[in-house]
């Protein structure tokens, strides 16, 4: 598509529940990013995935958080066991190059807000 | 330890009135300095790519900046509708693949 497409852009659910973020990356973009943004705050980091490589997932904040991706398509962010503090947007985005390469702008999906009752 | 700081957290001024956001950094082996604008419940939107020191990039209203330490967003006359929260990322040499920081932004409001 055009631009990363990101579903649903809302969700409400209920603590203690399971929920699952989609994010289809730019077509032939082989990096794909997750971020977490909470309500006026930064973005944080939480997983990368290049191609085949195994994915980074230093940001991850607890086993709780999960992500999948096929090839170089969509991908799966899992959120288990929400509890009130994972209530943020979060923002998929995608490169069309490997990380090495200078200048290797990423563009940013729309998000999907999830909020925790 | 790799930080990229943005300054000032917000910033108010009347339409019209220039002024500059700051980002500076202290990384190694910068491969790239991007900056984003971000309006509510909206994701980044891609501004500039900047490479080198002593580069500039202009955009409309907007000229953005880079010197080995710091770069500059220069807003020119705003107006309205430049109010938005301005992202600065720096990519980041690393072991396997290179890494981008985010700063925490610059909230601008734009008084008509």
């Known amino acids: 598509g055009a631009g990363v497409s990101q579903s649903p852009s809302n969700k409400v659910t209920e603590k203690g529940k399971d929920v699952e973020l989609r994010c289809d990356p730019i077509s032939g973009h082989t990096a794909l990013y997750w971020y977490r943004q909470r309500l006026g705050q930064g973005l944080e980091f939480l997983i990368y995935f290049q191609g085949n490589s195994a994915p980074d997932k230093s940001g991850l904040p607890s086993d709780r958080f999960s992500a999948e991706r096929t090839g170089e398509s969509v991908s799966t962010l899992t959120i288990q066991r929400t509890q009130q503090e994972d209530s943020a947007v979060y923002l998929c985005a995608s490169s069309v190059s490997p990380g090495r390469i200078s200048g290797n702008t990423i563009y940013f999906g729309e998000g999907s807000w999830l909020t925790v009752v | 330890e790799d930080q990229v700081t943005q300054s000032p957290e917000a910033l108010r001024l009347q339409e019209g009135e220039s002024s500059s956001l700051n980002c500076s950094y202290t990384?190694?082996?910068?491969?790239?300095l991007f900056w984003y604008r971000q309006d509510p419940g909206k994701g980044p939107e891609f501004l500039f790519t900047l490479y080198s020191a002593g580069e500039e990039k202009e955009k409309e209203r907007l000229k953005a900046t880079l010197t080995k330490k710091e770069s500059f967003l220069h807003i020119t006359a705003p107006k309205p509708e430049d109010s938005a929260t301005y992202l600065c990322?720096?990519?980041?040499?690393?072991?396997?693949?290179?890494?981008?920081?985010f700063g925490k932004g610059t909230r601008l409001h734009i008084l008509p």
């Open positions: 990384v190694s082996g910068l491969r790239g």
């Open positions: 990322a720096v990519q980041v040499r690393m072991n396997r693949d290179d890494k981008i920081i």
